[in-house]
């Protein structure tokens, strides 16, 4: 039972551009909810997070939104740079106190020159 | 400060043999934790630890082990390789905050 879902394999975009990355969830109860960029042969690195009490975070070209009640979040990259291009995993905490964190499969994200 | 590093990078193990998987972490973190990664796949998580002698199993544990003697050091052991755990492996940490810091994986095969 995959409680988090990125049902994108792959995706791309041209440079400039606006990169949209989206990630369901079935598991009302996550709080919290990051996201990971991961280039080949390194380990994933933290891009952004947000708060089940917020329902936008910024961070320079990247923001996350989190829409509850559709159980769905969406990374927007813009403007898109082909240093972007790596796999974006989305991940989710119940924040219970059982301090795990459960990943979607990933998107492969390439920004075209 | 180096983060979390891992040992080795790669391995080639035959099946039915054991071996340790090191990790380590300079930032004094509390939490630490390993992770699979198989093709196409996200990351599943084996094992976990929420401090020294703490340890807990995650969504995949069967075929692993696990130790925290040192709140820096969490090895992870094989027991008896089979080729299902043909994977690469990635131990993290993180401090109270949510955000967890990988180190760079090692894979493994198993033959």
């Known amino acids: 039972d995959q409680q988090v879902k990125q049902n994108s394999p792959s995706l791309s975009v041209q440079e400039g551009r606006i990169s949209i990355l989206n990630c369901d969830y079935t598991?009302?109860?996550?709080?919290?909810f990051l996201w990971y960029k991961k280039y080949p042969a390194e380990g994933p690195t933290f891009l952004i997070s947000i708060s089940s009490i917020k329902d936008k975070n910024e961070d320079g070209r990247f923001t996350v939104f989190l829409n509850k009640s559709a159980k769905h979040l969406s990374l927007h990259i813009v403007p898109s740079q082909p240093g972007d291009s790596a796999v974006y995993f989305c991940a989710a905490s119940d924040g219970s106190g059982t301090y795990k964190y459960i990943f979607g499969t990933g998107t492969r994200l390439k920004v075209l020159a | 400060n180096a983060g979390v590093t891992q040992t080795p990078k790669f391995r080639i193990l035959k099946i039915g043999q054991s071996m340790t998987l090191q990790c380590a972490q300079d930032?004094?973190?509390?939490?630490m934790y390993w992770y699979r990664q198989d093709p196409g796949m996200g990351l599943k998580l084996i094992y976990y630890s929420v401090g020294a002698g703490i340890t807990d199993k995650g969504e995949v544990p069967n075929g692993y082990n696990v130790s925290r003697s040192t709140t820096e050091d969490f090895p992870l052991r094989l027991e008896l390789a089979a080729p299902s755990q043909t994977s690469v492996y990635f131990c993290?940490?993180?401090?109270?905050?949510?955000?967890?810091?990988f180190g760079p994986g090692t894979r493994l095969t198993v033959t």
């Open positions: 930032m004094n973190h509390n939490y």
């Open positions: 993290a940490s993180r401090s109270r905050v949510y955000e967890q810091y």
């Open positions: 598991n009302s109860m996550f709080d919290y």
